[in-house]
């Protein structure tokens, strides 16, 4: 499954990938929307073969897992981390 992350939502004042508490997707095959907290998201594309993006077209980048303690998501682009993520508007 793949699903396109739309919106984030941080734990504190402080607005950074280590903060994002709870991302909002929508499916790519179903269009179904929903929101996953950073745990469940970290685990489904560390363990269970999910797949995230942010943008679309030609700006669609890859959402990666950053081996941090604790794990967090950043977008993965050219060889690069990115920032893409903390672009999103907030829910």
Same mark, same amino acid.
């Given at each position: 499954?793949? +699903? #396109?992350?739309? /919106? +984030?939502?941080?734990?504190?004042?402080? !607005?950074? /990938?280590?903060?994002?508490?709870?991302? &909002?997707?929508?499916?790519?095959?179903?269009?179904?929307?929903?929101?996953?907290? !950073?745990?469940?998201? +970290?685990?489904?594309?560390?363990?269970?073969?999910?797949?995230?993006? $942010?943008?679309?077209?030609?700006?669609?980048?890859?959402?990666?897992? $950053?081996?941090?303690?604790? &794990?967090?998501?950043?977008?993965?682009?050219?060889? !690069?981390?990115?920032?893409?993520?903390?672009?999103?508007? #907030?829910?």
């Amino acid at each position: 499954m793949s +699903v #396109e992350i739309t /919106h +984030v939502r941080y734990g504190s004042t402080s !607005k950074t /990938h280590e903060t994002i508490t709870t991302y &909002k997707w929508r499916n790519t095959s179903d269009g179904k929307v929903g929101s996953s907290d !950073k745990p469940t998201m +970290v685990d489904w594309i560390e363990n269970k073969n999910g797949t995230a993006y $942010v943008g679309s077209g030609s700006n669609r980048v890859n959402v990666g897992v $950053v081996d941090a303690s604790p &794990k967090y998501l950043r977008t993965y682009a050219d060889g !690069k981390w990115t920032n893409n993520l903390t672009s999103l508007p #907030e829910f």
